[in-house]
């Protein structure tokens, strides 16, 4: 049986390799961190999982300003087509050729089930280590709104809809 005296040193010491074991294993570099290289299972496991938590934080249950408004949805067509279609593409739009290099890979928006404040949130904010920016530094909020009311009608994008988001 341990002595109590040994049980600090042994607590102190996990920490210890806890924390400087996975810092040696960065520091050495043999991680390959290039973007053409598939995440291993702690990234694909952790990182969408931590993203989540850190959302669900962060965000409010708000209602988007201009749900069904067809003159907010037609600027957020715009907003989409300049900054947001090269990586997420949009139904029978396909991604740029840009986006087949993104690691982590751009989803498709065509039918997301994050909340009105989840997607108004992401947009604002960008996700840190991944290619979404955030846009909150070059779009008001009202047009961030406007995006999120044009990505909830992808699935229902008309003819001339898409025709615009493949125009270069």
Request: hydrophobic share 45%; with cysteine; charged share 20%.
């Amino acid at each position: 049986m341990k002595s109590k005296s040994t049980i600090p040193l042994t607590i102190a010491a996990t920490i210890v390799v806890v924390l400087l074991v996975p810092l040696l294993i960065l520091a050495t570099g043999v991680i390959n961190m290039g973007a053409d290289q598939a995440p291993g299972l702690v990234e694909r496991t952790l990182a969408p999982w931590a993203v989540d938590r850190s959302i669900a934080f962060r965000v409010s249950e708000q209602k988007n300003p201009y749900t069904d408004d067809a003159k907010a949805i037609a600027e957020g067509l715009d907003h989409y087509h300049v900054n947001c279609v090269m990586c997420h593409g949009a139904p029978g739009v396909d991604p740029f050729d840009l986006a087949k290099g993104l690691n982590p890979s751009a989803p498709s928006l065509n039918d997301t089930d994050l909340s009105d404040g989840e997607l108004f949130w992401v947009i604002k904010h960008g996700i840190r280590m991944t290619p979404m920016p955030a846009f909150g530094p070059t779009h008001s909020d009202d047009d961030i709104w406007k995006i999120a009311a044009f990505i909830r009608h992808l699935p229902h994008l008309t003819d001339k809809e898409r025709d615009t988001l493949r125009a270069m």
